[in-house]
T-cell receptor, first 116, second 112 residues
Framework: GAGVSQSPSNKVTEKGKDVELRCDPISGHTALYWYRQSLGQGLEFLIY????????KSGLPSDRFSAERTGGSVSTLTIQRTQQEDSAVYLC??????????????FGPGTRLTVL | GIQVEQSPPDLILQEGANSTLRCNFSDSVNNLQWFHQNPWGQLINLFYIPSGTKQNGRLSATTVATERYSLLYISSSQTTDSGVYFC??????????????FGKGTKLSVKP
């Protein structure tokens, strides 16, 4: 597509429920990244995919967070047993390649998650 | 890890004024990007500028990698320039890390 797309744009859930957030990167981009933006923490990295593999999961805050990418394209970020501190905007980005190439990253519009 | 500091944290301008935003980083980098986050939360790419100077309309940016800073210049500011400006870097080190490290941003308000 023309840009990175994310769905849903907004998600309200109850504490303890599981949620899935979806990211569709720019066509042809092999690298995909998830970030989180919250009021107290700024923009923080969660996980990086090169193709379907995730060489860097260092930013995932707990084992309740997981992500997968299939077909080298769409990615899903899953948060299990959501907590109120998970409330944030989840941003996805993609670049032509990743890792040491350090290519320019382009961001989607984000998913605003609210955990009640 | 690498630290990214932006200044000033807040900036209020009258429409038509010029401004300079600064980004300092604590180690050598091989990628630096400037973003504008609009009031709807969208991060818009302004510049990909690991070194040198680039210009795009009323905006220009300069990165002096050897001195570990980058500057974003906004000339003849407009109300639509309002929002938060972020600087983000990759560190110049090995490994598989692919993430950008963001500064805390400069919040710009342009008054009519």
């Amino acid at each position: 597509g023309a840009g990175v797309s994310q769905s849903p744009s907004n998600k309200v859930t109850e504490k303890g429920k599981d949620v899935e957030l979806r990211c569709d990167p720019i066509s042809g981009h092999t690298a995909l990244y998830w970030y989180r933006q919250s009021l107290g923490q700024g923009l923080e990295f969660l996980i990086y995919f090169q193709g379907n593999s995730a060489p860097d999961k260092s930013g995932l805050p707990s084992d309740r967070f997981s992500a997968e990418r299939t077909g080298g394209s769409v990615s899903t970020l899953t948060i299990q047993r959501t907590q109120q501190e998970d409330s944030a905007v989840y941003l996805c980005a993609s670049s032509l390649v990743g890792g040491r190439a350090r290519n320019e990253q382009f961001f989607g519009p984000g998913t605003r998650l609210t955990v009640l | 890890g690498i630290q990214v500091e932006q200044s000033p944290p807040d900036l209020i301008l009258q429409e038509g004024a010029n401004s300079t935003l600064r980004c300092n980083f604590s180690d050598s980098v091989n990628n630096l990007q400037w973003f504008h986050q609009n009031p709807w939360g969208q991060l818009i790419n302004l510049f990909y500028i690991p070194s040198g100077t680039k210009q795009n309309g009323r905006l220009s940016a300069t990165t002096v990698a050897t001195e570990r800073y980058s500057l974003l210049y906004i000339s003849s500011s407009q109300t639509t320039d309002s929002g938060v400006y972020f600087c983000a870097v990759f560190g110049d080190y090995g490994g598989s890390q692919g993430n950008l490290i963001f500064g805390k941003g400069t919040k710009l308000s342009v008054k009519p």
